[in-house]
T-cell receptor, first 116, second 119 residues
Framework: EAEVAQSPRYKITEKSQAVAFWCDPI?????LYWYRQILGQGPELLVQ????????DSQLPKDRFSAERLKGVDSTLKIQPAELGDSAMYLC??????????????FGQGTRLTVV | GENVEQHPSTLSVQEGDSAVIKCTYS??????FPWYKQELGKRPQLIID?????GEKKDQRIAVTLNKTAKHFSLHITETQPEDSAVYFC??????????????????FGQGTILTVHP
């Protein structure tokens, strides 16, 4: 069964350092989401891609976060510099893109980031 | 933008009882409403979803109802079992903005409900 792949699974970094997460969506999925999930809360959308284009990054702290999906396949989310408050689970999800029908978003295992 | 409110935040039931979780949404353009189950340390997984042209959908012990007029939808779990214990999230997905805006299929989640089923 196809899955969304994420790496690394766990990351510990010192504050002010740079950190990057990688996501490989299910083959053929044009829509890719990056979510941040703080323990005990629901996933919060950081950025959404349609192919290689960003269609929503309204909740992305752009002074320190960046995301790219250069060839419309895999994606990288970067934080520089990391702050203590960035400690969370970073989830990637992907779905087929149908303009007028809802389709399931499949989640990866996530990257648990701890900033010390 | 879309805002999804979920209640209750915690729910404790006895095995065999029913559990109901409710969500409200704000954007009338939302047309897809999935429910995800997340076990401790694992990824969210879809358990059931409903589209806006349907009022109710059932899959074995799980059902979802949608009231578009009131902008709320609910998850119903019957004959609960201890393995149903998890965090449940509702979500709402907007349709794309025909004028070319940025609201293409944004999937917004509720805050989650911790369901505990006692044996």
């Amino acid at each position: 069964e196809a899955e969304v792949a994420q790496s690394p699974r766990y990351k510990i970094t010192e504050k002010s350092q740079a950190v990057a997460f990688w996501c490989d969506p299910i083959s053929g999925h044009a829509t890719l989401y990056w979510y941040r999930q703080i323990l005990g809360q629901g996933p919060e959308l950081l950025v959404q891609f349609q192919d290689e284009s960003v269609v929503d990054d309204s909740q992305l702290p752009k002074d320190r976060f960046s995301a790219e999906r250069l060839k419309g396949v895999d994606s990288t989310l970067k934080i520089q510099p990391a702050e203590l408050g960035d400690s969370a689970m970073y989830l990637c999800a992907s779905s087929l893109a149908s303009p007028y029908l809802g389709t399931e978003a499949f989640f990866g295992q996530g990257t648990r980031l701890t900033v010390v | 933008g879309e805002n999804v409110e979920q209640h209750p935040s915690t729910l404790s039931v006895q095995e065999g009882d029913s559990a109901v979780i409710k969500c409200t949404y704000s954007d009338s353009a939302s047309n897809y409403f999935p429910w995800y189950k997340q076990e401790l340390g694992k990824r969210p997984q879809l358990i059931i979803d409903i589209r806006s042209n349907v009022g109710e959908k059932k899959d074995q012990r799980i059902a979802v109802t949608l009231n578009k007029t009131a902008k709320h939808f609910s998850l119903h779990i019957t004959e609960t079992q201890p393995e149903d214990s998890a965090v449940y999230f509702c979500a709402a997905r907007t349709s794309p903005d025909d004028a070319g805006g940025t609201s293409y299929g944004k999937l917004t989640f509720g805050q989650g409900t911790i369901l505990t089923v006692h044996p």
